[in-house]
C-alpha cells in the first residue's frame, strides 16, 4: 500500500480484492484493534478478508508481532530461563498441571497464562479453581512476583496482553473464521510471546476430542505455529498427540486434579500424563539450552516428578495463589466431591475399540462440569472417572467409567450418553500412539 494513507477501510478494501497484506497495513490494524480504534464490523470484515487471502509465512510473523506488540510485553530480571507451553484443548488434558511445577523444579519460570473450558474442552484455570481458594485472576506484576518467588504462575490472561486479540478472537466465531490457521496462529502466539519466553513448546491435539479432529488439518497448524513463533524469535518445538481417547482416565475440575496430585505425590501414576509431562518439558528445556539434548531434559523432568520436588513447587504455587497452604499435604480432603457416583457398565462384553472423545466431554459440560453458557456456573466436583481407555476388556464386572453426578436424573441422563460414546469389539485393539509427531526448528 506504497502512497497510500493507511486507514480501516483502504485495508479491508485491499482484503475485499484478494491482496496480501504488508508488515505495515498489517502492524496499522493490530494497532488499531489493540487502541479500540476498530468497530466489530471491521474486525469482522478483516477476519473474512484473511481468510479470502490468506498470509504466507512472513505475514503471519507480522500479524502475531503486530497483535503481541498492541499491548504490554513483560520483561524478566530472574536467574534461569522463562519458558511456557500451550496446548490447543482436549479432554482430560491436565498436563499444565504436571508441567508447570516440574519445569520449576528443574530452575525453569514459568508464567503459564490459560484459559477456561471451551466447549467440549476443559479449561486449565477451570480445574485450578476446584482447589478451595485458588485466585486465577491476578496483576502482571503479582503474576511475575509469583513467578519469581515459586518458579511458576498459572493464571488468567490479562487485558493488557495483546488486546487486538481480545476483539478479534471475539467476533471470529460469529463470522465463521473460527478455523483459519493465520487468525488462530496469530491469536495463540501473541499472547505467549507477550511473556516474553525463551522458548516455547506446543501440544497440538489430533483426534476425535480435539478441535483438529484430522491429522493433516492438526500437522498443518502446528507448522505454521512453530514457523512463525520461530520467525519471531522464539525458540519453539510442537508435539502433535492423541486425543482419541482422554488422555487421562478421569473428565472434570476436581476429578483431574485428583489424578495429577496422584501422578505427583507417586501414589497412582498415570503413564500418559507422566509422559507427556516429560517430552513436552524435555523439548523446553532443550530448547532454551538447559540441557545439550531433548532426552536428557526428559530425565530431568522425570527426576523432577519422582524425587517429590515438582509437587512441592505445585504446593507453593498453590498456596500463593490464595489456596491451602497444606494442600500437598491434605488434597485428597481439600477437593470437592459430587454427591452421586455410579459405575457404567457395557452392553456387551468386548474390548474398547473406539471412544467418541468429544462426547465425553459434553457429557462432563452437561453434568455442569462446563458452562452451555458464558454466565453459566461450574460444579467442580462432577465429571468422569475410571475412564476406560482403547484396547481394555470390559464386561459387567469391569466397567467403562464411573459418573459423578448432582443428582439420580443427571447420572441418568449421563449414563445413556456414556454407554454410546463407547464402541466394544469382540478382540482386543493396541492402543493409538501417545505422541505422533515432533515438529521443530526450521519445519
Excluded at 476483539?167 to 478455523?179: K, N, P, S, W
Excluded at 532454551?288 to 504455587?317: C, N
Excluded at 454410546?420 to 501417545?434: H, T
Aim: glycine share 12%; aromatic share 4%.
Amino acid at each position: 500500500m506504497a502512497g497510500t494513507a493507511l486507514d480501516a477501510r483502504a485495508i479491508l478494501s485491499q482484503l475485499r480484492a484478494g491482496t496480501q497484506l504488508g508488515p505495515e497495513a498489517l502492524n496499522w490494524f493490530a494497532q488499531a484493534l489493540g487502541r479500540g480504534e476498530i468497530s466489530d464490523a471491521q474486525a469482522g470484515a478483516f477476519a473474512m478478508g484473511i481468510c479470502r487471502a490468506p498470509l504466507d509465512s512472513a505475514g503471519r510473523v507480522a500479524l502475531t508481532c503486530a497483535m503481541r506488540d498492541s499491548g504490554k510485553t513483560l520483561q524478566w530480571d530472574v536467574p534461569g530461563p522463562v519458558l511456557d507451553k500451550h496446548s490447543t484443548g482436549g479432554v482430560g488434558d491436565c498436563v499444565s498441571l504436571a508441567l508447570a511445577p516440574a519445569l520449576a523444579a528443574c530452575g525453569a519460570y514459568v508464567p503459564m497464562i490459560s484459559g477456561r473450558g471451551l466447549g467440549h474442552t476443559g479449561g486449565t484455570l477451570d480445574k485450578l479453581e476446584a482447589i478451595p481458594g485458588y485466585r486465577s485472576e491476578v496483576s502482571l506484576e503479582r503474576m511475575q512476583q509469583i513467578t519469581a518467588q515459586v518458579g511458576c504462575a498459572i493464571v488468567s490472561a490479562s487485558d493488557d496482553l495483546a488486546p487486538a486479540d481480545k476483539l478479534l478472537y471475539g467476533v471470529r466465531d460469529v463470522t465463521g473464521t473460527v478455523d483459519s490457521i493465520d487468525l488462530i496462529t496469530a491469536s495463540i502466539l501473541s499472547k505467549k510471546l507477550a511473556e516474553a519466553p525463551e522458548a516455547l513448546v506446543l501440544d497440538v491435539k489430533v483426534g476425535s476430542g480435539a478441535i483438529m479432529p484430522d491429522r493433516a488439518s492438526a500437522e498443518a497448524l502446528a507448522r505454521a505455529l512453530v514457523q512463525t513463533a520461530n520467525g519471531a524469535g522464539c525458540p519453539t518445538t510442537a508435539l502433535l498427540t492423541d486425543m482419541s481417547q482422554p488422555l487421562v482416565t478421569a473428565a472434570g475440575n476436581a476429578l483431574e486434579v485428583i489424578e495429577v496430585m496422584e501422578t505427583l505425590t507417586m501414589t497412582g501414576v498415570t503413564h500418559a500424563l507422566w509422559e507427556l509431562t516429560v517430552q513436552l518439558g524435555g523439548a523446553l528445556l532443550f530448547d532454551s539450552g538447559m540441557t545439550v539434548t531433548r532426552e536428557q531434559g526428559g530425565e530431568e523432568i522425570s527426576k523432577a516428578l519422582s524425587s517429590g520436588r515438582a509437587a512441592e513447587k505445585f504446593g507453593e504455587m498453590v498456596a500463593a495463589m490464595g489456596g491451602p497452604t497444606d494442600f500437598i499435604e491434605r488434597w485428597r480432603d481439600r477437593l470437592p466431591g459430587a454427591s452421586v457416583q455410579r459405575l457404567v457398565f457395557p452392553e456387551q462384553k468386548g474390548f474398547i475399540s473406539q471412544v467418541d472423545t468429544r462426547a465425553l466431554g459434553e457429557i462432563v459440560v452437561h453434568l455442569g462440569g462446563g458452562r452451555l453458557r458464558g454466565s453459566d456456573r461450574i460444579n467442580p466436583g462432577v465429571g468422569l472417572s475410571q475412564l476406560a481407555g482403547i484396547g481394555e476388556e470390559v464386561g459387567q464386572d469391569r466397567p467403562i467409567a464411573m459418573i459423578h453426578a448432582a443428582s439420580q436424573a443427571e447420572a441418568d441422563r449421563a449414563e445413556d450418553a456414556l454407554v454410546a460414546a463407547y464402541s466394544v469389539g469382540p478382540l482386543p485393539l493396541d492402543p493409538p500412539d501417545l505422541i505422533l509427531a515432533q515438529i521443530a526448528g526450521d519445519a
